[in-house]
């Protein structure tokens, strides 16, 4: 059992459609949809709070899991996830082509990704801070993980991609 799944999921400002094992919420900032793999329980017991409940012990293993995905995806339709990265280095740049993002990171040619549906980029004026929107967390972390992997920070050397809430201690070499 999950002490994390016994909670309420506030569902305020949210609409929710639960059919066929799938659950839809719809927000000020979007639609997501998420497929239940087993048999649970969605009750309301007021229109601001959301509890869920497996039908059958076995399932207890996929509660937790459950509550955080549905919790999350409330979470995103109403105030979106927000994450910025930040490339350091010298000659070392962010840009946006059409839906492609270009990471200039000191490699023979420019990396190029495509920007996945749902989320949504912007950069700064001098091309070092790229700024990530989405609804969806899981794929907010993935694309951010996938970019912070392609050069990670050197904090001797002070280069690399970081996130901006990422906290990297600025290590100086020592002399002798």
């Known amino acids: ?19 066929f094992h799938t659950i839809n919420i719809s927000g000020v900032y979007g639609v997501n949809s998420l497929y239940l793999k087993r048999k649970f ?12 409940r497996p039908l059958d012990f076995n399932y207890n293993s996929l509660w937790g899991t459950y509550f955080s995905c549905i919790s999350n995806m409330c979470i995103g339709v109403t105030i979106m996830f927000k994450d910025t990265l930040i490339v350091d280095g010298v000659g070392y740049s962010f840009n946006i082509n059409l839906d492609t993002l270009l990471v200039d990171i000191g490699f023979s040619n420019k990396v190029s990704f495509t920007i ?21 967390n899981i794929i907010l972390g993935d694309f951010c993980y996938t970019l912070k992997n392609l050069r990670k920070y050197n904090p001797y050397k002070k280069i690399g991609i970081r996130s901006l809430d990422e906290f990297k201690p600025i290590k100086i070499r020592s002399k002798k």
């Open 41 to 52: 329980f969605l009750f309301i017991p007021n229109f601001s709070n959301l509890l869920i």
């Open 116 to 136: 996945p549906n749902g989320l949504y980029c912007s950069i700064s004026s001098d091309h070092t801070k790229l700024f990530l929107k989405s609804t969806n």
């Open 1 to 19: 059992m999950s002490k994390k799944a016994i909670r309420f999921i506030n569902i305020s400002n949210t609409s929710i459609i639960y059919s």
